[in-house]
T-cell receptor, first 114, second 115 residues
């Protein structure tokens, strides 16, 4: 049961352009969402998060948008840099259920071309 | 910047052997977690730990698994009798808070290979 889906396994973007990574979820009880970046042979690195009471959160080059009615969130990276090349994971949590666990998507591999 | 550390980075073991994976969470964090990622699959939650007891566990975390905080800094995952299907990357994570919007920070992982 894929509660968190990242339907694009890979994405290629030119350096300086915008990268848009998408994530869909099916569990309407999810109320906290996070994006992680992962390089090979390393653990997931936290990037940015958003609570379900918001629809946008921005941190430097990274912006996350949440559309609760569509059960969709996206991560925008502007401008994209070669160092952004990594696998990006969307994760979600139902904190209201007293649950600690993060449910992850399968990830999207971003390649930023110089 | 404080970070979660894990040892060893790679562990090779024979099927049926016991393994202990070690983690040092971020020092002021109170909640600790183990996740795993089988090659080509999603990162999956195993267990969360708070105040010296398990607060939540997944179906994966059966009687073969146990966790412990043996001292003030280490957090361990023990697999009593490893199976081939236990081969995976195991990630430790920690967070300052538990419920609510609390961010979990991950370690670099231990690659477990069961032969």
């Amino acid at each position: 049961d894929q509660q968190v889906k990242q339907n694009s396994p890979s994405l290629s973007v030119q350096e300086g352009r915008i990268s848009i990574l998408n994530c869909d979820y099916t569990n309407s009880m999810f109320d906290y969402f996070l994006w992680y970046k992962k390089y090979p042979a390393e653990g997931p690195t936290f990037l940015i998060s958003i609570s379900s009471i918001k629809d946008k959160n921005e941190d430097g080059r990274f912006t996350v948008f949440l559309n609760k009615s569509a059960k969709h969130l996206s991560l925008h990276i502007v401008p994209s840099q070669p160092g952004d090349s990594a696998v990006y994971f969307c994760a979600a949590r139902d904190s209201g259920a007293g649950s600690y666990q993060l449910t992850f998507g399968k990830g999207t591999k971003l390649s930023v071309i110089p | 910047e404080p970070e979660v550390t894990q040892t060893p980075s790679h562990q090779v073991t024979q099927m049926g052997q016991e393994v202990i994976l070690r983690c040092v969470p971020i020092s002021n964090h109170l909640y600790f977690y183990w996740y795993r990622q089988i090659l080509g699959q999603k990162v999956e939650f195993l267990v969360s730990f708070y105040n010296n007891e398990i607060s939540e566990k997944s179906e994966i975390f059966d009687d073969q698994f146990s966790v412990e905080r043996p001292d003030g800094s280490n957090f361990t995952l023990k697999i009593r009798s490893t199976k081939l299907e236990d081969s995976a990357m195991y990630f430790c994570a920690s967070s300052l808070g538990g419920l609510g919007p609390s961010t979990q920070y991950f370690g670099p992982g231990t690659r477990l290979t069961v032969l």
